[in-house]
C-alpha cells in the first residue's frame, strides 16, 4: 500500500545540502526517467532507480534517503551522466548524497548498513600511509569485511596464484613525497568538519 | 614521442602485465614513456573528489615540472587525472585552491592521455599496420571499451561515448577479426565488486555473454578493473552459474604487441588468469 508523503515530515533544506556537496544540478532534474532506463544496475535490481532518489531529495525526504542501502549501489558508470537531456549530473548528485550519508553517520544520526563507506575508508587510510595503494593489503581487508574469516581463507588459492605469476606485492611502495600526501588529507579532514 | 609515464596503482602490481605489454609496445612504436618521479595514488574509484582531485593534481604538477604530457593505460587514473585537471584549468580560483592544498603551484600545461587515443590517433593507424608482423588471422575479438575511458564525454574526449571506434580500429589494424558488439560501453561491475559482489558478477557475466554469443575467442579490454572483472573473476562467475566460460581477456596492448611480433612473456600473456593459450596456438603461437 502506499502511505501519502507529509510534507511536514520532510526536510526542505535537504536540497541545498545536496547542491553545496557537489550536486548543484539536482533542480535541473524533470523527471524524464532516462537515468533509470540507462542504469545498469536498475536492470538487475528495480529497487534501483535513479529517478526516484532524485525526486525524493527534491521533496526534502532526507532520512527516507539517506538511510536507505540503495543509494550505495551506483556503479559510477556515468550511463545516466552521459545520457540526461538537463545535465542534472545525477553520478555528482548520487555522489553529494553519500557524502551527506557518511558524514549523518559519522554523527550518529542515521546507521548506515552497507559496507562501502568502509571499504573506502581503508583504501584512503592505505594512500594515507603510502601514497600509493598497498594491493594485498586492501584485498585482504576487503575480504574480511565482505566475507569475514572463511571468505579470506577460500580467496588464499586466487592469492597464491597472484602471487606466483608475480602480481602481488608483497611489501608497499611508499613514496617520497608523503610529507604533500599527509598536508592533503590534513586539509581536506579539516574541510568536511 | 614523448610522455610522462602514469602507471597507476594496478599496473604496479595486479595488472603486471599491462604494465609489461604497454612498455614493450610502445618502445616497439618508438613512444617514449619516462614514468612520472614519485607518483601517488590518483584516488580511484574510492576516494571522493574531494580527496582525489588535489591527490591528482600532485601528479599533473609533477608532469608539468618536467614538461610532458601524460600518458595513462588505467581508465580510471585516466578519468580521474582528467577531472582534476578540467577543473583546474577552467577555474583560476579553485586552481589557487588546489595548490594551496598540494603546496604545489600548478599551471594546467599539462594533457591528460589514454594510452589508446596515442596510439590510433598519434601514431596513427597506417604506421601500425605497417609494423604487423604476423597479422591475427584466427583471432575472432570483441572491442570492450567500458566506462570512463568515453564517459564523461566531457572529460574523457576522444572517442564516441556511444559507439566509439577507435578499439575497433586498432583491432582490425592488427589482423583480427573485429565483430559487432552491443555490450562496448556497459559496465563492468567493478564499482561495485567488494560491495555488493553478486551484482557485480552479474554485470560482468551480461558483457562475457554477449561477447560468446557472438562467436568471439578473445574479449578486448583498457582497463585495469575491466580486465579483474572479466579476467580474474571469470572463474568465480563460472561456479556461481555453474557454466564454463573459458573466454581469454586481453589488454589491447598484448593484442597489439602479438602482431607487432614481440612475444608471449614479453607481454605478460603468461600472467593472465584465464590463460589464452588456446587462442595463441589458433593464431600458431606458442
Known amino acids: 500500500m502506499t502511505e501519502a508523503i507529509r510534507l511536514t515530515d520532510t526536510d526542505p533544506r535537504f536540497v541545498d545540502e545536496i547542491k553545496e556537496a557537489g550536486g548543484e544540478n539536482i533542480l535541473m532534474c524533470y523527471q524524464c526517467g532516462t537515468c533509470t532506463s540507462s542504469c545498469p544496475v536498475r536492470e538487475i535490481d528495480e529497487r534501483y532507480d535513479p529517478l526516484k532518489i532524485m525526486r525524493m531529495a527534491v521533496l526534502g525526504m532526507k532520512k527516507e534517503v539517506l538511510s536507505s542501502d540503495i543509494i550505495w549501489l551506483c556503479s559510477r558508470c556515468y550511463a545516466c551522466h552521459e545520457h540526461c537531456p538537463q545535465g542534472v549530473g545525477i553520478t555528482e548528485v548520487l555522489h553529494a548524497i553519500t557524502n551527506i550519508a557518511e558524514r549523518e553517520g559519522k554523527e550518529g544520526n542515521i546507521k548506515i548498513k552497507s559496507l562501502k563507506p ?14 600509493r595503494l598497498f594491493e594485498i593489503k586492501f584485498f585482504v581487508h576487503l575480504v574480511l569485511l565482505s566475507k569475514g574469516a572463511t571468505g579470506l581463507l577460500s580467496s588464499a588459492p586466487d592469492g597464491f596464484v597472484m602471487f606466483r605469476k608475480g602480481k602481488l606485492r608483497l611489501l608497499p611502495q611508499k613514496i617520497k613525497g608523503m610529507k604533500q600526501i599527509g598536508r592533503i588529507f590534513k586539509i581536506v579532514e579539516a574541510n568536511k568538519k | 614521442m614523448k610522455f610522462a609515464y602514469y602507471p597507476g596503482c594496478y599496473l604496479h602490481g595486479s595488472a603486471v602485465e599491462y604494465d609489461m605489454s604497454t612498455r614493450a609496445v610502445c618502445r616497439k612504436l618508438g613512444i617514449e614513456l619516462i614514468e612520472l618521479d614519485d607518483w601517488n595514488c590518483c584516488g580511484a574509484v574510492e576516494a571522493r573528489d574531494s580527496l582525489s582531485i588535489p591527490l591528482s593534481a600532485r601528479n599533473l604538477a609533477l608532469a608539468e615540472k618536467e614538461g610532458l604530457d601524460i600518458v595513462a593505460p588505467c581508465s580510471v587514473c585516466f578519468h580521474k587525472l582528467s577531472k582534476a585537471n578540467k577543473m583546474v584549468k577552467e577555474d583560476e580560483k579553485f586552481r589557487k585552491k588546489i595548490n594551496e592544498t598540494i603546496d604545489g603551484q600548478y599551471q594546467g600545461r599539462v594533457g591528460v592521455r589514454h594510452l ?24 575472432n575479438a570483441v572491442p570492450y571499451y567500458g566506462c570512463l575511458i568515453v564517459r564523461p564525454s566531457e572529460i574523457a574526449k576522444f572517442d564516441d561515448p556511444e559507439d566509439p571506434q577507435s578499439l575497433d580500429d586498432l583491432i582490425k589494424a592488427t589482423g583480427a577479426e573485429c565483430l559487432p558488439y552491443s555490450h562496448k560501453v556497459s559496465c563492468c561491475g567493478g564499482g561495485l565488486l567488494a560491495n555488493k559482489e553478486d551484482f557485480a558478477l552479474e554485470m ?3 558483457i562475457i555473454d554477449g561477447a560468446k554469443e557472438g562467436g568471439s575467442n578473445c574479449i578486448v579490454v583498457t582497463c585495469p578493473l575491466c580486465h579483474t572483472m572479466l579476467d580474474f573473476q571469470q572463474s568465480n562467475i563460472e561456479s556461481r552459474y555453474g557454466i564454463t566460460i573459458d573466454l581469454p581477456a586481453l589488454y589491447f596492448t598484448q593484442l597489439l604487441g602479438l602482431a607487432l611480433g614481440l612475444g608471449v612473456k614479453e607481454l605478460g600473456l603468461d600472467k593472465n588468469m584465464v590463460a589464452p593459450m588456446k587462442l595463441l596456438e589458433s593464431i600458431c603461437i606458442e
Open chain 1, 118 to 131: 568502509r571499504l573506502d575508508g581503508v583504501f584512503n587510510d592505505l594512500i594515507r600511509k603510502y601514497g
Open chain 2, 116 to 139: 589508446l587515443d596515442i596510439i590510433v590517433n598519434d601514431v596513427g593507424l597506417e604506421r601500425i599496420s605497417k609494423g604487423v608482423k604476423a597479422p591475427l588471422e584466427g583471432v
Open chain 2, 204 to 206: 560482468a557475466k551480461k
